[in-house]
């Protein structure tokens, strides 16, 4: 059962636009949030970060909301630029523990 | 420049072939980890280890084996038991501070005939 989902597969934004990508997890005990970037044939990048007892993380373009009763998380990318299109992993953690969920990805797509 | 090295970036088998996937770290970091991804899917978690000669099954462990006899080694076997094989497998690191991010290798995709 996937504890981390990101329900929509994939995105297309212009150049210079906002890119919302979301993120809903199941899983209570989780309390500490990432988001990952992925190219094709190579292996994901951090990007960000945030833990349960924040709300919002922000690191120059990139910015995380996470809003816990909703049990949802967002990355925000502003100003989104050709660079950003690549596949972006949604993963979550557990205090005691080190394993990582990851959700299905969404693709950002982001034209000139 | 530290890292982690997967090796080879493709591996072709034949059915009924066990294979051994290399993951070496340079990161000093205790923990290990082997994620398969497939079409479609996020990445799901296949063994991890958090010291030497100590190792969990993950989600899908099942024909699959791992050892951990170094702290910067920790290569998976993927065995004829495994039903469905080919895949893009990816070996990541970590240390085990509370708010720690993976390190990911670059994969090794695997295929099967």
């Known amino acids: 059962d996937q504890q981390v989902k990101q329900n929509s597969p994939s995105l297309s934004v212009q150049e210079g636009r906002i890119s919302i990508l979301n993120c809903d997890y199941t899983?209570?005990?989780?309390?500490?949030f990432l988001w990952y970037k992925k190219y094709p044939a190579e292996g994901p990048t951090f990007l960000i970060s945030?833990?349960?007892?924040?709300d919002k993380n922000e690191d120059g373009r990139f910015t995380v909301f996470l809003n816990k009763s909703a049990k949802h998380l967002s990355l925000h990318i502003v100003p989104s630029q050709p660079g950003d299109s690549a596949v972006y992993f949604c993963a979550a953690r557990g205090r005691a523990d080190y394993k990582l969920s990851f959700g299905a990805g969404t693709t950002v797509t982001v034209r000139a | 420049d530290g890292g982690i090295t997967q090796s080879p970036k493709y591996l072709f088998r034949k059915e009924g072939q066990n294979v051994t996937l290399s993951c070496e770290q340079n990161?000093?970091?205790?923990?290990m980890y082997w994620y398969r991804q497939d079409p479609g899917q996020g990445l799901r978690l296949i063994y991890y280890s958090q010291i030497v000669n100590d190792f969990q099954k993950g989600d899908i462990a099942e024909g699959y084996s791992v050892s951990r006899e170094k702290k910067e080694s920790f290569p998976l076997t993927v065995t004829s038991a495994q039903k469905n094989p080919t895949a893009f497998y990816l070996c990541?690191?970590?240390?085990?501070?509370?708010?720690?991010?993976?390190?990911f290798g670059n994969g090794t995709r695997l295929t099967v005939t």
């Open positions: 899983n209570s005990m989780f309390d500490y």
């Open positions: 990161l000093n970091h205790d923990a």
């Open positions: 990541a690191s970590s240390t085990l501070r509370e708010i720690s991010p993976l390190h």
């Open positions: 945030i833990s349960s007892i924040k």
